[in-house]
């Protein structure tokens, strides 16, 4: 199996940072894109941010001007930087990776705690 080891979650004032990052080991098929989702009890896990290999992005509207995503294709690492996070940013923030064969894993997820 694929594992995706994830850090940088905690607690944070509303207004603060939070760099989140992962970092994918043992596929067997090179990664071709990586991102994060995150979701709170009772609700659907959302799509935060991605980002293919060759450097295309995709964010969430809640995202955009205040995250960003960017990756390692040889570490096989991808990193969120959070900026002027809110209370409603406050979720399990899991990582992602898709291979070239189409497969998909999701790491353990870490928790973001914003306060206001």
């Known amino acids: 199996q694929v594992h995706l080891v994830e850090s940088g979650g905690g607690l944070v004032q509303a207004g603060g940072s939070l760099r989140l990052s992962c970092t994918a080991s043992?596929?067997?098929?090179?990664?071709?894109?990586m991102g994060w989702h995150r979701q709170t009890p009772g609700k659907q896990r959302e799509l935060v941010a991605a980002?293919?290999?060759?450097?295309?992005?995709n964010y969430a509207d809640s995202a955009k001007g205040r995250f960003t995503i960017s990756r390692d294709n040889a570490k096989n690492t991808v990193y969120l930087q959070m900026n002027s996070l809110k209370p409603e940013d406050t979720a399990v923030y899991y990582c992602?990776?898709?291979?070239?064969?189409?497969?998909?894993?999701w790491g353990q997820g870490t928790q973001v705690t914003v306060t206001s």
């Open positions: 980002i293919t290999s060759d450097g295309s992005t």
């Open positions: 043992g596929s067997k098929f090179s990664i071709n894109a």
């Open positions: 992602h990776c898709r291979t070239v064969v189409a497969a998909t894993y």
